[in-house]
């Protein structure tokens, strides 16, 4: 079974320029989540998909950052414009239910804002 | 304010012994807990959760909760140099599903 995948691997930008990171889940689950790691600090929650439905983006950092779940399989976050604090490694997580929640984590991609 | 706390390490353990990793919270509406570990430069891979007060052996692996102490450890058997990585504590509490992580302890395991 193909675990959560992500792309870019990387990717560096000029600040104000926009980027788009995508996330493909674990087949069959339908919780996507999206967490930030921001260099020295702890990893932080983003937001919750259940299927193609927002449950909670109460840790999207602000109007800049704009996450969609198209069909209820892959993600796309899009930051636009990004600015020099938007730098880290943004980690993409998926579950098949609430009743466990055990999280699976893709392997992400490291943001850098010049 | 939510908080999950480690100590940062370095923890250094001899090859072989156990290695005793930390973690407390602060919410006490916390009610899913769960270890991952991270290797240098990797995402992190989950490997103990635990849900009721007690222990829950796997493996090498024994997750300790402890509810009324906001406290939960993870135990490492026979440790091996493979075991060297930053171990991460995440906690979910009943309202959502966010995890809140604390900033993880790096464990040396020495041969």
């Known amino acids: 079974e193909a675990g959560v995948t992500q792309f870019p691997s990387h990717s560096v930008i000029e600040k104000g320029q926009t980027v788009t990171l995508r996330c493909d889940p674990i087949?069959?689950?339908?919780?996507l989540y999206w967490y930030r790691r921001v260099m020295g600090k702890e990893i932080k929650f983003l937001l919750h998909?259940?299927?193609?439905?927002?449950?909670?983006e109460s840790g999207m950092p602000n109007n800049r950052f704009l996450a969609e779940r198209t069909g209820g399989t892959y993600s796309t976050l899009k930051v636009q414009p990004a600015e020099l604090e938007d730098s880290g490694v943004y980690f993409c997580?998926?579950?098949?239910?609430?009743?466990?929640?055990?999280?699976?984590f893709g392997p992400g991609t490291r943001l850098t804002v010049l | 304010q939510k908080e999950v706390e480690q100590n940062s390490g370095p923890l250094s353990v001899p090859e072989g012994a156990i290695a005793s990793l930390n973690c407390t919270y602060s919410d006490r509406g916390s009610q899913s807990f769960f270890w991952y570990r991270q290797y240098s430069g990797k995402s992190p891979e989950l490997i103990m959760s635990?849900?009721s007060n007690g222990d829950k052996e796997d493996g090498r692996f024994t997750a300790q909760l402890n509810k009324a102490s906001q406290y939960v450890s993870l135990l490492i058997r026979d440790s091996q140099p493979s075991d060297s990585a930053t171990y991460l504590c995440a906690v979910m509490t009943d309202s959502n599903y966010q995890l809140i992580w604390g900033a993880g302890t790096k464990l040396i395991i020495k041969p």
């Open positions: 997580a998926s579950s098949q239910s609430h009743f466990t929640n055990e999280q699976f």
């Open positions: 087949s069959g689950h339908d919780n």
């Open positions: 635990i849900y």
């Open positions: 998909f259940v299927k193609e439905s927002k449950q909670d």
